[in-house]
Structure formats: C-alpha cells, structure tokens
C-alpha cells in the first residue's frame, strides 16, 4: 500500500505537483468516520463539516486541490462546502471516457461512421473544470 503512495507521488512530482496528505490525527477523527456514515447512508452537515474541517486541514498545509480519492467523500462534501477547488475521479474518468467517446459517436446527433453506443447520462450533470454539462436526451 505504501509502495503504490510513494511511486504515485514520485509520478506526481515528475509533473511537478506535490502531494499533501491529511496527517493520521486528521484522518482518524474526520475522514474516516465520515466515510463510515457515508457508507451507513448518512449524508448530513456532521459529515459534511467533518469533511470541509479535513480540507481545511489540508489546505492549510499547502494544498491548492483536493482529490476526492475515495467514492464516499465527494457524496459527504459538497463542492460548495470544500475550501478549494475539489476534484471527485469518478466524474473526471466519465468525462474523459464521455470525451474518447465524442470522437467517435456524435452525442447529439447520433452515431458517426456507423458507430452505435446507447450511453445514458443521467448521473453525469455537471463537470468540474472541463467546462461541459450533460444532459439526457
């Protein structure tokens, strides 16, 4: 587990990003308990504010972004509530999979060089910085 960190943070670095975790007092007594109540179906401004706290925390130690890195915290922490920008990977890895898809189906007007793909884009409403917004036809 460790090891997968370090090589993520190595790679970060190449790319000159550096990576700033919640230090375990943090994580113990905020993250991990809201995503516990995540996870029992509880959604609500302890969790919420539990989360924001953790954020904080972080972006008192430098960070610019926080990465959502597990499902529950972007359903606990609503981007409103986030003291700086906050990235949820799910909906990062659906646009670029929405994105790899517009080259090939044309997602308003149908398919393109006889490609067929039923996507529904429901649950995919807003984007965060890609500047795009999906709506179901």
Avoid: F
């Avoid at 994580?27 to 516990?36: G, H, Y």
């Avoid at 029992?40 to 610019?64: M, N």
């Amino acid at each position: 587990h460790r090891l997968r960190h370090r090589r993520l943070h190595a790679l970060l670095a190449a790319y000159g990003i550096d990576v700033v975790a919640p230090h375990s007092r943090i994580q113990n007594e905020n993250v991990m308990p809201a995503i516990r109540a995540v996870k029992a179906g509880k959604h609500g401004v302890q969790v919420s504010t539990a989360l924001a706290d953790a954020a904080q925390h972080l972006v008192e130690r430098g960070a610019q972004t926080v990465v959502a890195g597990c499902t529950e915290i972007p359903l606990g922490l609503p981007p409103e509530r986030a003291p700086c920008r906050l990235v949820d990977p799910a909906v990062e890895l659906a646009v670029g999979d929405l994105l790899v898809l517009e080259d090939q189906v044309d997602l308003v007007g149908g398919a393109r060089d006889g490609v067929t793909v039923d996507i529904p884009l429901t649950a995919l409403n807003q984007v965060s910085d890609a500047s795009l917004t999906w709506h179901a036809s």
